[in-house]
């Protein structure tokens, strides 16, 4: 069953001369439990993208069903109302409250529920925190915490409504190698659930944990790739996304992504099994060198 469908989505910012088509009549289905993952440069209108499938904003034409329901009208309030039960938000600056615990930054989304007692509340926030692995840490303050602890606790806080559909606008953009994997494997049990899940990215390794890569350029969605979830895919690999004009931002994005997930030789990941003699990257590190091209002569 499809979860989201964009039909001729187009958002507009600005008037007259300073008009800007961030999405440019976007068509795109989403099916229940697809994990998805969405590249381009910088500018292209990811954010934009995330924004008006989360109920954030809203579209300037087109039409969005979400869940089956016509959502591209409605009210703040109504939409306020879908996001809660529906949706959760995970971005790349984690957004907890620095005066608060862990544990009581996880259950301030549920500060609505007015007949539940703060004790359930809390009961509820640390059962969360207990599948993200951050129940030992529930009284800890943020700033106790590392990178990738803190984007955890921010998974618990986007899961504790129970949401079907998660968005990350770049979750590990600020991470390190080990923060990341901790992040995406989080994602991955969170698929694995059924849950539907998009998340932005410009680091093409991370398009391994998803089923489906979206490129976009320009506010068009310009390549839809089903992938096998393990796998880099395979336009992602061969620097699809670079068809479009990268800038220099895009690029040291790009690199500083792939420098974080992988592995310096000095300290390898714990691997399960043996270690192969060469290692993808390594290929891809040293390319066989062309024969060198000898001069036509007449
Ligand atoms: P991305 O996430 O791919 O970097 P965005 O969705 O943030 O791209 O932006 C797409 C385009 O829309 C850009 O040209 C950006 O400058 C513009 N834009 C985004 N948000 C706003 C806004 N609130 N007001 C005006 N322009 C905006």
């Known amino acids: 069953m499809s979860v989201i469908e ?10 007259g ?9 976007v068509s795109l289905t989403i099916e229940e439990g697809e994990f998805v993952a969405i590249m381009g440069p910088s500018g292209c209108g990811k954010s934009t993208l995330m924004n008006l499938i989360g109920l954030l904003d809203r579209p300037t034409h087109g039409e969005y069903s979400l869940g089956g329901r016509r959502v591209s009208r ?5 939409a306020a109302k879908i996001r809660r039960d529906r949706i959760g938000f995970i971005f790349q600056s984690f957004n907890l409250i620095p ?47 590392s990178g990738g602890q803190v984007q955890s606790v921010a998974i618990a806080r986007a899961l504790v409504n129970n949401p079907s559909l998660i968005i990350a606008d770049e979750p590990t953009g600020n991470l390190d190698s080990n923060g ?14 059924g849950n539907t899940i998009l ?4 680091n093409p390794e ?21 992938t096998a979830i393990g796998r880099v895919a395979s336009t992602a690999s061969e620097g699809m996304y670079k068809i479009a004009k990268m800038t220099e931002e895009d690029d040291l994005a790009g690199v500083s992504a792939l420098m974080k997930a992988k592995p310096h030789k000095d300290n390898p990941p714990a691997r399960r099994g043996r270690k192969r003699k060469t290692t993808t990257s390594k290929r891809r590190a ?7 091209k000898t001069k036509a002569t007449k």
Do not use: C
């Open 6 to 15: 964009l039909k001729d989505v187009s958002k507009l910012y600005g008037f």
């Open 17 to 25: 001369d300073a008009t800007t088509l961030a999405l440019d009549e």
């Open 74 to 78: 409605l009210t703040a309030s109504r």
């Open 99 to 145: 005066r608060l615990t862990a544990l009581e930054n996880v259950a301030l989304p549920l500060t609505y529920r007015t007949n539940m007692s703060q004790t359930k509340r809390l009961k509820m926030a640390s059962s969360i925190l207990d599948r993200v692995g951050m129940q030992s840490r529930e009284y800890y303050m943020p700033n106790q915490l």
């Open 180 to 193: 990341s994997r901790l992040v995406m494997e989080l994602l991955s049990e969170i698929h694995k659930m």
């Open 199 to 202: 998340f932005v990215t410009h």
């Open 206 to 226: 991370l398009t391994r944990y998803a089923n489906r890569v979206l490129y976009m350029h320009d506010g068009r969605v310009i390549h839809d790739e089903k």
């Open 286 to 292: 040293t390319p066989k060198k062309k024969p060198a």
